[in-house]
């Protein structure tokens, strides 16, 4: 009830939904009545859970942040959303999103531009900016995202939550509206590393549903936070941490720079030692993410066509049906994006740009490959800078794609 109020004080200036769940009280009582009866609860019990609207949900719409899926409703619950529900979380409702993960700020949702709670005048982030701004106004515990080149992760950078990109292929991307299959993953939101942990516990490990989920076993990502006190013990001692020098460079805010820095002494403090290290190739993460994204969400997109999923734009002939579905449905940014993927994937540009981009990633490997042969753990900033005003780069797509430039390069990675 607490929330609900909550929710009915802060969404009217937020806009961090796109859905609440009208079957919230009911769900918390049958929590409440598991627990009176001695029932085994799961590890979510009674835990507010905001779902990324580009999740599918059985009980709830699933828009994706698109015109062309307004109304839509899947029909089965994601696996991580699956695995929620059967650890006792309770789903509040679905999160705003730049359409189908397309963008940095929720400014390309077809629906609502979402603020930061922390000031309304500025974005959360994105394309997951609704679920870190609800999470970061406490609307609810934690929530789950998708990240596949940083909107997870700069979107908690924005809102000052902690977000959590797993690697490729440790959540099942079941029930995930495919943006760019090859580096999509579902991540987590939370106020704190333990809450964050305790949630991609729960939503990680093997699916057969989706071949590409990992068969590594599952550890308990949670258990090491219990009451350690960090500064006495010294769970870090020994770590080498390498910090990034490219991510340090020109075009970076200097408040960006002074966190870094104190976050790196911070971690000395903590029993680290942090040393300079260079990536070289830095500066070809941004193109080649953009190559490869584009070119598979115009394939992936493709199945949005007006016949087989969502909203239908009435025409005589089956081309125009098609076209006049897809030219009504998808919104400015995801239709340049589809235009860059299909020309980049071409017949007569396919190795200048698809090719090309991938072996860029073979070489981004490699880079981070070297890095992590002498340090345990590498560091960045999350973004140039802090949370833009909105509409400061709307109309800007180059400065756009620029402000991505930290997180792109790891999603290229699989694994190092
Ligand atoms: N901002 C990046 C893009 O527009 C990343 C988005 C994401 O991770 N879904 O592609």
Not at 31 to 59: F, H, M, Q, S, Y
Not at 67 to 78: G, V
Not at 373 to 387: C, E, F, T
């Amino acid at each position: 009830e607490s929330y609900i109020s909550r929710l009915s004080l802060t969404e009217p200036h937020l806009h961090s939904f796109l859905h609440i769940s009208d079957t919230l009280l009911r769900d918390a009582q049958l929590i409440d009545r598991k627990i009176e009866k001695g029932e085994d609860v799961g590890p979510l019990a009674g835990v507010l859970v905001g779902v990324k609207d580009n999740i599918c949900t059985a009980d709830m719409p699933s828009t994706g942040g698109s015109r062309i899926l307004e109304n839509y409703k899947a029909p089965f619950d994601a696996t991580a959303v699956r695995r929620v529900k059967e650890k006792d979380g309770i789903l509040i409702g679905k999160t705003n999103l730049d359409e189908f993960g397309m963008g940095s700020t929720t400014e390309a949702s077809s629906f609502q531009v979402t603020a930061n709670p922390w000031d309304l005048s500025r974005v959360p982030g994105g394309s997951s900016g609704g679920s870190a701004a609800a999470v970061s106004a406490r609307q609810c515990m934690v929530s789950l995202g998708s990240d596949t080149g940083g909107s997870v992760r700069q979107p908690a950078s924005f809102c000052g939550v902690v977000g959590l990109k797993p690697t490729y292929g440790r959540v099942s991307r079941f029930g995930l509206m495919a943006y760019a299959s090859s580096l999509d993953v579902i991540g987590c939101f939370g106020t704190s590393v333990a809450d964050t942990g305790i949630l991609l516990h729960v939503i990680s490990g093997h699916d057969r549903f989706d071949a590409t989920s990992s068969n590594r076993e599952v550890p308990d990502f949670s258990s090491q936070f219990t009451s350690i006190n960090l500064v006495e013990s010294k769970p870090l001692k020994g770590l080498k941490v390498g910090l990034i020098r490219e991510t340090l460079e020109d075009g970076v805010d200097n408040g960006v720079k002074s966190a870094i820095s104190g976050a790196a002494s911070h971690l000395e403090e903590l029993g680290c030692t942090v040393t300079e290290v260079s990536l070289p190739s830095f500066s070809l993460g941004l193109p080649a993410y953009y190559i490869l994204a584009s070119s598979e969400s115009s394939s992936n997109l493709s199945r949005y066509d007006g016949v087989r999923y969502g909203n239908q734009v009435f025409a005589e002939e089956l081309n125009a049906l098609y076209n006049d579905s897809r030219a009504k449905g998808f919104g400015p940014e995801v239709q340049m994006r589809i235009l860059m993927g299909t020309y980049a994937l071409s017949a007569g540009y396919y190795d200048a740009y698809y090719k090309r981009a991938q072996q860029v990633r073979t070489l981004i490997r490699k880079s981070f490959k070297d890095a992590l042969d002498d340090n345990d753990i590498l560091i960045s900033p999350v973004a140039p800078s802090a949370a833009y005003k909105i509409g400061e780069k709307k109309n800007d797509p180059l400065a756009m794609y620029a402000g991505d430039i930290m997180t792109v390069r790891i999603s290229l990675l699989l694994y190092v």
